[in-house]
């Protein structure tokens, strides 16, 4: 089906064996890529370089389109909600207690890597300093991240959080991040979509390199273990580790303060 549209490019940013195979069944007479692809297919596509070890992925992305000609510096990350969908998230997060114009914080507590999760225990201490300062935090992710939360409610009480895990799709899941003051997360795809919108991110970073993969822009801020190995890019710690318990949940705190009293900061 793909071969019958004759394509003349095709960008494959993903880089993924997938995405390859997705992108040689186009038939395009060019395929590009960035130079940070290795997945033993790359050599049917033509690399663009970028300095990929000191610049973040959105800018090796950025790269490969420069390469055609773009020189432009403004990034639109391309959301654009409908009145429908804006009202049907403003009714749903009514449901769940909040009214529009509240000010609420975001947590992704889940990740697709073990080692990028950050320890559920100190979410909660999280969570409980948050609740005794009235402040409300919403909890987000798919259906997966439900074991966390079962994971949480045997520490804390359901009645100190709302939780919206499973309960979106994709993009109701980007509009309640738009509402929010602020969002607290691993390196997930939350946490991604929050810079996107101009949310201000913590970022709680272990075996990733937040120089590559860490938020966008510079008006975020980045806590990051201070292990040697830290930037691994291993999904299982060799020395069974926990990655991210010694980040301590009072860094954390004392960085939502700051927001908090700044009344929350636009990227």
Not at 24 to 36: E, G, H, T, V
Not at 151 to 171: A, F, M, P, Q, W
Not at 242 to 248: A, E, K, S, T
Request: aromatic fraction near 10%.
């Amino acid at each position: 089906m793909l071969r019958g549209y004759r394509f003349d490019l095709v960008l494959d940013l993903q880089g993924s064996i997938e995405s390859s195979v997705i992108s040689m069944m186009c038939n395009a007479k060019y395929r590009l890529i960035p130079s940070f692809i290795n997945n033993g297919v790359e050599r049917f596509s033509t690399k663009i370089n970028t300095d990929f070890i000191s610049k973040q992925r959105v800018e090796s992305y950025l790269d490969v389109v420069r390469f055609l000609g773009y020189s432009g510096n403004k990034i639109n990350f391309g959301w654009n909600f409908s009145d429908e969908e804006l009202m049907y998230v403003d009714e749903f997060l009514k449901e769940h207690g909040i009214i529009k114009g509240d000010r609420y914080i975001v947590m992704a507590i889940g990740t697709t890597w073990d080692t990028k999760n950050y320890p559920v225990v100190h979410w909660a201490k999280i969570v409980n300093y948050l609740y005794e300062k009235d402040i409300c935090v919403v909890i987000i992710g798919g259906m997966n991240e439900n074991k966390y939360i079962e994971e949480l409610d045997k520490i804390i009480s359901k009645d100190r959080y709302v939780n919206l895990v499973g309960l979106t799709d994709l993009r109701q899941m980007a509009i309640v991040i738009s509402r929010s003051t602020v969002v607290v997360s691993g390196d997930s795809g939350p946490m991604h979509m929050a810079y996107s919108l101009g949310r201000f991110v913590i970022a709680l970073m272990g075996p990733t390199d937040p120089v590559q993969f860490g938020p966008y822009g510079n008006k975020n801020k980045i806590i990051r273990v201070n292990h040697e190995c830290r930037g691994c890019q291993l999904t299982v710690c060799p020395f069974g580790r926990d990655c991210l318990f010694d980040i301590n949940p009072c860094d954390v705190i004392k960085e939502l303060q700051i927001i908090l009293e700044s009344g929350g900061i636009r990227v």
